[in-house]
């Protein structure tokens, strides 16, 4: 009786343990809660601009990867608007504020009421002064100038070979001596600011365009007065400019908040005094097509440098048409993938990977600065990905990356003068437009001091006049006569 109730109780044992390791060996481990996304606010001055769009389609494409949820708010511009929208991200409780100012008298006082609120602070581009920011991302503002200035000079060099041949240094004049071969100019250029032009910066028909006349009129369009951004590039700009004697800048003109509809009234001012213009460089790129606009109006498109900043779509496609010359990438898709990192590290860990230091007032500001580059029809390829119908563009109208060949026909102001072209390039517009449906003649001039020049020409030549040193140019002089 014994031992049978000892077997039953060891079959129970059994019994339950067959029930229970099933269970057990069959269980889910216990999940942990997903983690809750990070929450970070983009409070940005203008969504209108090409450049603000592109930092929030790079910041979308990644967002969900990071799990993080962004709320975007545009203040359109409006500094009152800025203040209630950066109220309502404090409410939402976002952990990091992506701030673009859309008054950098007021950011202040905007990062002050973030930072009581235990909000991190990202600054975009404008950098508020004597500020304690918790990270600043900006594209490079001194070489943004400097690449400017560089366009201009570069400009200068080729029209000097137009006249009088290409420029040999003293380094290829040894290298001649030394029995080695002609140095190439396109790899000899002095750039402004002491830098080395890069190879073919700027093509002969746009060199062409600069009158014999020198000083060369330069006018500066700066942004806002009160923003860091504008004072930087103009600065470096006017730095890599002054001293030289082939170069006058006749103005640096404010335009506040980049305000394009005030570039008609400077532009104005300035013609209504009777001053020749020779290139307009502007620290924006609506800036820039506001004046591309103004000075097609007046028919003076053909005699004017025209550089920007910031390459947006419709300055980009205006490189290719030929209506443009020359604009500064500021390389939009790495500021919103510096920000966006940023504002992450900052929300997650109180810290981030910055890569240098901006002294600010009393303050030193982590950051991290975005390299630029200049863009001319020549190398417009490097925004096809940005802009996807720029590719189309470069192939259906145009000058399309700006050959050598293409479009050396504007050079008869230096090397010959075609008696179509005695009205001037002012009124000769159309004409130029026409010409491109007729065939093409190659022209090649030889000096009586033995260099030879080819120039491309559309349509046939029924005659050429040879003109002294001293009047070369005469249609573009002619152009920029009633300025």
Known sequence: MKSWR??????CVLLLAGF???????????????????QIGFALADMNRDGNKTIKQTVDERKKAENVN?????????PAEQDKQLDQLMEK????VVLQPVDPMRAPVQVEKLVQAGIKV???????LNTPVDAYIASDHVMAGQLQARFITEALRRAEEIKNGPIKLPAQQSQEQGGGQEGQPEQQGQGGGGMQQSPGAVDYNVAAQLPDQRPLNVVILRGDPRDQQALSVTESLRSALQGREDINIIGVYDH????????????GEIFARGDRVDAVLANDSGLAMAAVDYLKAGGYEKNVL???????????????????????????EMLGQFSLEAAMDLAKNGTWQYSTRAVNGDYSVPARIVPVRLITAKNSFLLQERWKDLKKEQQDGGQGQG?????????????????????????????????????????????????????????????????????????????????
């Open 6 to 11: 000892h077997i039953r109780h060891i079959m």
């Open 20 to 38: 229970l390791i099933p269970a057990g060996c069959g269980s889910q481990p216990e999940r942990k809660p997903a983690q809750e996304p990070l």
């Open 70 to 78: 962004v709320t975007w708010v545009d203040a359109k511009n409006d």
């Open 93 to 96: 409780k976002v952990r990091a």
């Open 122 to 128: 990202v600054v975009l581009e404008n950098l508020p």
């Open 256 to 267: 506040p908040r980049l305000d394009p509809t005030l570039v008609p009234a400077t532009l």
């Open 306 to 332: 025209t550089v920007g900043m910031g390459a947006d779509e419709r300055s980009s496609k205006a490189l290719v048409s030929g209506e443009h010359d020359a604009e500064v990438d500021v390389r939009p």
């Open 403 to 483: 050959g050598e060949q293409q479009g050396q026909q504007q050079s008869q102001g230096s090397e010959q003068q075609p008696s179509q072209q005695s009205g001037g390039q002012g009124q000769g517009g159309g004409q130029q437009g026409q010409q491109g449906q007729q065939d093409k003649t190659m022209l090649r001039i030889t000096t009586q001091d033995g260099k030879t020049v080819e120039v491309q020409i559309d349509g046939e030549v029924k005659k050429i006049e040879s003109q002294g040193g001293g009047q070369q140019g005469g249609g573009q002089g002619g152009g920029q006569g009633g300025q």
